[in-house]
T-cell receptor, first 115, second 111 residues
């Protein structure tokens, strides 16, 4: 257990529905990252926050995806009008400002299945 | 565009053997190279990492070898154990930014 928690762990939804995932980073970690991992592949970067500011977004993050970190603590990732291609594991990672070695600690992930 | 290439895709070794996984990168801005271990249904867990100012780092049975001029790095697992059976990902980071992962290597250690 790294101290990063994600909720829910599993989500099954029908195509066209909206879903929201939550990530709670390690306390006082100011950087929070979202990645997506499909079966048999390495995680791919989606977006990251430093405190409440969203500093970078991947081209993978279509306009159906939105992420927030309103108080610089937990973060949410919302997918609107889900598609079958959105089925994947969504991973959250956090990193402290004092880390000089870019150590990102991952949560257990949320597995999304779109039917 | 895949910026970190990892091989082999899968690896089977006998208990007590040495497991070797290789990665190559393109972006010279990368300055931190971690390896992650992932078990089914779990998130990746940081295993060991290296910065390009050293050529080797060892932690227990795990060693990273780094060749800056060739832009290659590798993970060696000595005395491999069945409990090491997992998927291993190399990654690379430009300072303080996002991780770029390799494609992963599925390691199986037979008893």
């Amino acid at each position: 257990d790294t101290g990063v928690s994600q909720d829910p762990r599993h989500k099954i939804t029908k195509r066209g529905q909206n879903v929201t995932f939550r990530c709670d980073p390690i306390s006082e970690h100011n950087r929070l990252y979202w990645y997506r991992q499909t079966l048999g592949q390495g995680p791919e970067f989606l977006t990251y926050f430093q405190n409440e500011a969203q500093l970078e977004k991947s081209r993978l993050l279509s306009d159906r995806f939105s992420a927030e970190r309103p108080k610089g603590s937990f973060s949410t990732l919302e997918i609107q009008r889900t598609e079958q291609g959105d089925s994947a594991m969504y991973l959250c990672a956090s990193m402290g400002s004092g880390s000089s070695y870019n150590e990102q600690f991952f949560g257990p992930g949320t597995r999304l299945t779109v039917l | 565009q895949q910026q970190v290439k990892q091989s082999p895709q899968s690896l089977i070794v006998q208990k007590g053997g040495i497991s070797i996984i290789n990665c190559a990168y393109e972006n010279t801005a990368f300055d931190y190279f971690p390896w992650y271990q992932q078990f089914p249904g779990k998130g990746p867990a940081l295993l060991i990492a290296i910065r390009p100012d050293v050529s080797e780092k060892k932690e227990g049975r795990f060693t990273i070898s780094f060749n800056k001029s060739a832009k290659q790095f590798s993970l060696h697992i000595m005395d491999s154990q069945p409990g090491d059976s997992a998927t291993y990902f190399c990654a690379a980071v430009p300072s303080g930014s996002r991780l770029t992962f390799g494609e992963g290597t599925q390691l199986t250690v037979n008893p």
